[in-house]
């Protein structure tokens, strides 16, 4: 079966640029890498921001709604990857989706640094748009491959260090921010590396 019969794009053997692996992977490393820093990083310091008292820097909500929007929050990324793989499919392709999902993921937390009063919008955009990135993402990986090039393992092993990376940083990085200048810095840290990504 043909490439274009399969509709599957793959790059080819001769691309070897991000250690011996196609170019285009470095992307998908870094935007994996930054959204799992994001969802991680969120999940470190969202709680205490919603119930931490206004003089303290946080909401002042109380913490069992605290904890309800945090799970909320939590399952709405699951929830938004069948939005994510919707799109990709039907609508803008994995590409594009996979592009506009880290816009908004990066929107949202530019909303929660620079507009408190806005954090229900600055969650949900991060929602919806983790789930494009999660819905696409390794799918892309994929498609970087031949179906017999001996690489793919190697590629997938590399895609999902990044993910490890991020998941292991977020909590870190946004936890020493959070402490030391505020938790709009610990979500401005998120949407700089979005942006990165």
Known sequence: MSTAETGVRTVGEQDRGFFGHPRPLANL????????????????????????????????????TATQIVGAYGGGVYLATIIGGWLADRVLGPERTLFYSAAVVMSGHIALALV??????GLVLIALGSGGVKANAS???????????????????????????????????????????????????????????
Do not use: C
Request: aromatic share 18%; glycine share 20%.
């Open 29 to 64: 490393f870094g935007v994996e890498m930054w959204e799992r820093f994001s969802f991680y990083g969120m999940q470190g310091i969202l709680l205490i921001y919603l119930y931490y008292s206004a003089a303290e820097g946080g909401l002042g909500i109380s913490e069992s």
């Open 116 to 121: 408190p009063g806005l954090s229900g919008l």
């Open 139 to 197: 799918s892309l990986v994929g498609s970087l491959y031949a179906q017999d090039d001996q690489r793919r393992d190697g590629g997938f092993s590399l895609f999902y260090m990044g993910i490890n990376l991020g998941a292991f940083a977020g909590p870190l990085l946004t936890g020493v921010l959070q402490k030391n200048w505020g938790f709009h810095y610990g979500f401005g840290r998120a949407a700089v590396g979005m942006f990165l990504g």
